[in-house]
């Protein structure tokens, strides 16, 4: 049986630079989707996968994350001595148990594979989940309890794909498949931005990944690639050469949060799925129309 996945790894240190000027201050991951920061769906979806211990890599000036995921006394006392049990529980709700987060410094953004290396110490010899917090996931169930699922089968390395837009495979890492037969299929390799019209198959590699803990080994020499960073996408197919990938293509929504109108779109489609909210927001659209 395949060693069951307890850790996820959430990288926030990138430099953020398509939602500037807002991230200049404000962590990106720490942006509203209707009342609540980004991170904390991307929380509660690792919290769905069974994740015990999260690993953040962040950046200077990331602090109020930390922040975000402590507790705040004042405020609590305040709302506990007003009866104000409500918003008391929803705001603990993102709290993790004492000791279930790390959180590391990337000290230069040199890229998502040396992000993921960065927690090398923490996650040790066991598979770990990688969670890209922009790409906000709409999906039931969450998209990766769907992923540990598919690795429950599978064993090995798993890479949650989706297919991308028309004519828009060059702006995505893409894989390639050993054929294609329902969602979940072997990889045979996989490539950063291909030239249209190179591209081996039309499926994006969007966001969640179970990994091998050998994959440390790999990105410690791993040269710079695209974009001049040192790139997991590399790091991976190095991997592919001696372990196991399978592509899971994923049943739900993706937002890219990290774009200005992709965090739009998810605002609007995130109000429309709330039970408190559906209605009013459905109504103001309307209007706006
Ligand atoms: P992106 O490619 O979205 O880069 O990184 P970015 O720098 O955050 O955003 P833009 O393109 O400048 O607007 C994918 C994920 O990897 C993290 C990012 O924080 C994001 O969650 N990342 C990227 C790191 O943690 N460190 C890096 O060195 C690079």
């Not at 922009?134 to 969450?142: E, K, R, T, W």
């Amino acid at each position: 049986m395949a060693k069951p996945v307890r850790k996820a790894v959430l990288p926030v240190a990138g430099l953020g630079t398509r939602v500037l000027p807002v991230g200049k201050t404000t962590p990106k991951n720490l942006l509203n989707v209707v009342d609540r920061p980004i991170l904390s769906y991307i929380v509660e979806e690792a919290r769905a996968a069974g994740i015990e211990h999260m690993v953040f890599i962040v950046s200077r000036g990331q602090g109020a994350i930390e922040d975000y995921f402590d507790s705040i006394p004042e405020i609590e006392n305040a709302l506990s001595a007003k009866g104000k049990v409500e918003i008391l529980e929803d705001l603990r709700r993102d709290l993790p148990q004492p000791g279930q987060m790390s959180f590391i410094r990337q000290m230069a953004p040199l890229g998502l594979g040396h992000a993921v290396w960065c927690a090398r110490h923490v996650i040790g010899d066991e598979p770990f989940a990688v969670m890209l917090p922009d790409m906000l996931m709409q999906a039931s169930p969450p998209a990766l309890v769907q992923a540990v699922a598919a690795y429950e089968k599978t064993g090995g390395n798993i890479v949650v794909v989706e297919p991308a837009p028309e004519g828009e495979t060059h702006k995505y890492g893409i894989v390639a498949l050993d054929g294609r037969d329902g969602r979940l299929n072997r990889m045979t390799g996989m490539v950063e931005k291909p030239p249209l019209g190179t591209e081996p198959s039309n499926l994006f590699i969007s966001g969640r990944y179970i990994l091998q803990p050998e994959i440390f080994n790999i990105l410690e020499t791993q040269e710079r690639g695209a974009g001049g960073e040192i790139q997991l996408t590399d790091g991976m197919f190095n991997l592919m050469k001696t372990q196991d990938f399978h592509a899971l293509e994923y049943e739900g929504t993706t937002y890219d949060c990290g774009d200005k109108l992709g965090l739009l779109r998810a605002n609007v489609a995130f109000a429309l799925a709330r039970p408190d909210l559906a209605d009013a927001a459905r109504q103001a659209i309307k209007a706006l129309l």
